[in-house]
C-alpha cells in the first residue's frame, strides 16, 4: 500500500497546477495543509493515546499567533510559521497539563470544553484574532524573485507547493518521531502507563512531549491557513470543526502515519460526492435531504458512525490484523 | 470597588433557576453514565432535537404548550430507545472508544440535520413561565413576586417547581418499579446484574430513554434565558451540564442537580455579580464559559469523582 499509493499521490499532486484552475489550486493547498491537524489528533490519540477532541483549538492559536508575529511585528514569513507552530506547541503542553492526571473519557470530556471555550474566548482579545469579524492580515506570502513569474496563479503555485513540502517535512518528521525513543515510550505509555513507567519512561514528561508535538502540527495547519489566506477570524474554529478534524483522524485510522493521509483523502473525495449530490436536481422530497450531503458535519457524523461499525481500525486498519490501536 | 449587596438577591435568584436547568441536563449526562460509564457526547444536540419537537408542535402546530412538552419528551425518549439499540448495543460496553465515536458522529449528525431543517436562526419559543397564570393572586407583578426587595421571577419558581416534580417522578420510577430496580443493579454491577436475569441491554435502553426525556426538558426550559431555539443552542449549556456534572461526580444522580445547582450559583455569585463588584460591569458570558472550565478542570485533577461521587482506587 505504502509505496504505490504514495507514488499515486505524488502524481496527483504534481498534476494539479498543470489542470486545475487557480481556485482548484488553492482548494488543493488548502487540502493538503488539512492533512497536519489530523496529523496532529493521530500523535495524541493515535500514538500517544490522550484523546483530543480539541485540536481546532491549536490550528487558531497558530493562525492567531503567525497572522500577529507576520503582520504586528512584521517578522519574516518563515520566521512567523515557525514561531506560530511554535506558539500553538507551548498552549499544547499547557492543555497537556491537566492530561498528566486526566486520562480517558475524561480528557475527552476537558479538551471538548476548550474547544467550546476557544470560540467566545478569541472574540475577547481582538488585538490578536480580529474580534468577532474577524481581521486581514497586512502582509503577503509572495514568491521570491527566482520563481518564473509573478502572476497571481504563479503565486497559488508558488504557495501550493510550498505547502507540499511542508506537509512532506512535517509527514517525515513524524515518521522518524513516532519510530524514536520518544515514539517507542507513546506507544508504551498508550498500551499500559504502569509498564511503561515500570521500564523507565518518565511519564510525565513523555506525555508533555505528544502533546506539545500534536498542538505544533496543528498549529503549523493553521499558520499555513494564513499563508493560503492572509485572513484571521474565530468563525472556523467551531467545536464542531474540532470534532470533523478527530472524525477524520479516526476515520483514517488512528496510529498510523499512512493513516491521516487517507483520513483527508477519504473525506475530501466524499465531501466532492456529497457536494455533488446536494447539487444534483429533482428527486423531490429526497433531493431536500440531499442536502445535507453538502454539510460536511453531517457527512462526517455518517461516516464516524459507519466507519465505528465497520472497520474499527479506520481505512488504514482494512486488511490488517492483529494490530492493537487504542 | 463597591460591594453592592442590594442586587445580591437577584442574582442568586437567577443562579439558582439557571443551576436547576444545569442540573437537568447534568442529569441526563449522569443518567447514561452511572450505567455505561461513558459520557454521551450527543446529550445536548439531543436535547436540542427534543426543543425542536416542542417548537414544531407548539408553535407550528398550535398544540397546548405542556402537551407539546409531554409528547416531545416522549418522542426524544424514543429516540433514545431506538439509538441506544441500534448504535450502541453492538458493541463491547467495557471498551469506551466505539461509543465515544458513535456519540460523537451523533453530536455532528443531529447539529446538521436541525441546521438544514430549521437554520442557523434563533426562534422563538412561548416560555412556559412567561406570566402568572390567572387564578394566582397578584403579589407584585404579574412575572415576579418581591422577596427581600428583589424580584423572584414566575420563570425561576416555575423551574424549581418543575424541576422537582421531574426528580420526584424519576425516584419514584427508580426505587418503585422493576425497571427502575433494574436500572439500580445493572449501575452497580453490570456483571452481577446480568448473572441474576436483568436484560442489560433492554435496562440500558431504558436509561437512555429517561435521559434524553430529561435533556429535553432541561432544553425547553433553558429557551426563553436564550432567546429562543437554534441548532446551536446546547453547545454552551452542555458545558455547564458537563460541569455540574463532573463537579456532583459523574455516577451520582443527586450530585448531578446539587453540582448543576452549585454551577448556575458560582456563575451568578462569584462571576457576574463579583465581576459587578471588581470591574463595575458585566463581562457574562465568556468569563461564565471560562468559570465552567476551570471548574471541570479543577475538579478533575484533584477530586475526580467529584463531590458526591464513587470514589474509585486507581493505579498511577
Redo the contacts between chains.
Sequence with gaps: MGLGGAALIAVVLAVVPFVASITGVRQASQIVIGVLAVLGVNVATGYGGMISLGHGVFIGVGAFATGYYVDGLALPWLLAIALGSATAALAGALVGLPALRIKGIHLALVTLGLAIVFQPLSKRFPRFTGGVSGSGIDAEFVSPSWWPSDTRMATAVYRYLFCIVVVGLALWATWNLVNSRLGRAMRAIRDNDTAAAVYGVDLISARLQTFAVSAGLAGLCGALQVVLVPFVSQEKFTPQASLVIYATAVIGGLGTIWGSVLGVIASTIVGKVGQAAAGADGFGPIGEFLDLLDESAFVFGVGLILLTFLFPRGLAGIGRRNQVTS | MTWNFDILPDFIFNGLSLGAIYGTVALALVLIFKAT???N?ATGELAMLGAFLVYVLHMEQGLWLWLSMLIAMALSAGLGILIERS?TR??DPSD???V???T??????????A??IWNYQVRILSNPFGKFPSWVPSVGGDRFIEVFGSRLKYQSIGIWVTLALALFILGLILNKTKAGLAFRAVSSNVESARLVGVHTGRTLGFGWAIASAFGTLGAVLVAPQLGGVNPNMM??I??YA??GA?LGGLDSLGGAVLGGILVGLIQAVLVTWGGVVVFGQLYM??LQ??A??VI??IT??FR?SGLFGTRRVE??
Design positions: 460509564t461513558l459520557i457526547f448504535l453492538p458493541f469506551h472508544l466505539p465515544v465515536l458513535i460523537l458522529g451523533l453530536f455532528l449528525i443531529l447539529n446538521a440535520v441546521g438544514d453547545a454552551t452542555l458545558i458537563l460541569a463532573a458570558s465568556i464559559l471560562a465552567a472550565f471541570i478542570l478533575l485533577l475526580p493505579r498511577v
